[in-house]
């Protein structure tokens, strides 16, 4: 690896969710140097941790993009339990306006490179087969809301390359409990009410 290399640091949010977990671990294995923002600060693998707390439209950046050449943004918010807030506003908070701030913020400061990881709930989840052409018209306030900041990426910057992913339910070593529950349902030798 050469000392140019070194010099490149990357800004992932959701660093100590499942996904950010790995990849700050891989990161760290691999000696590359991310700034890591999470809600508080964490030890995460020997990388600068950032504790931005809960993340919306008037979330400061600043010191959380210092130094960085990209961005992988991971966070955002899948579920809304048991809150005052409605879904709608919930979910566009944290999913849509976060997202167009650390957008705009990264723009502002020159980063060259935005990775989002958004979601196949984009789609029309009516249709049985997807591709890049596939229609988005989601079918839940998520949906809608991962779309609306997809749009916000696209419009940042005519000077920052950008790479939306849209994943499906991801799973791995260390995936969460509401999985783990999943898989023991699927094992029981009863039919499941799912469609």
């Not at 590359?32 to 993340?55: E, F, M, W, Y």
């Not at 991971?74 to 167009?100: C, D, I, M, P, Y």
């Amino acid at each position: 690896m050469s000392n140019s290399d070194l010099s490149f640091r990357t800004l992932v949010t959701g660093a100590d969710g499942f996904i950010g977990h790995h990849l700050v671990t891989e990161m760290a294995k691999r000696g590359l140097p991310a700034n890591c923002a999470t809600r508080r600060v964490k030890h995460l693998q020997g990388q600068r941790s950032i504790g931005v707390g809960d993340i919306g439209a008037h979330t400061d950046w600043s010191e959380s993009l210092e130094n960085c050449q990209a961005v992988v943004h991971l966070a955002g918010r899948a579920h809304v339990l048991n809150e005052e807030k409605s879904a709608h506003s919930a979910f566009e908070q944290v999913n849509a306006e976060a997202t167009k701030s650390l957008v705009r913020q990264a723009a502002q400061r020159g980063i060259k490179r935005f990775l989002f990881v958004s979601t196949i709930a984009v789609f029309d989840p009516s249709l049985s087969r997807l591709d890049a052409q596939s229609a988005t018209t989601p079918g839940t306030e998520y949906g809608r809301s991962k779309l609306l900041a997809e749009q916000y990426v696209r419009d940042a910057s005519a000077d920052m390359a950008h790479t939306i992913l849209r994943v499906p339910l991801v799973y791995g070593p260390g995936v969460g409990a509401r999985f783990l529950q999943l898989l023991k349902l699927a094992s029981l030798p009863v039919p499941l009410p799912f469609g």
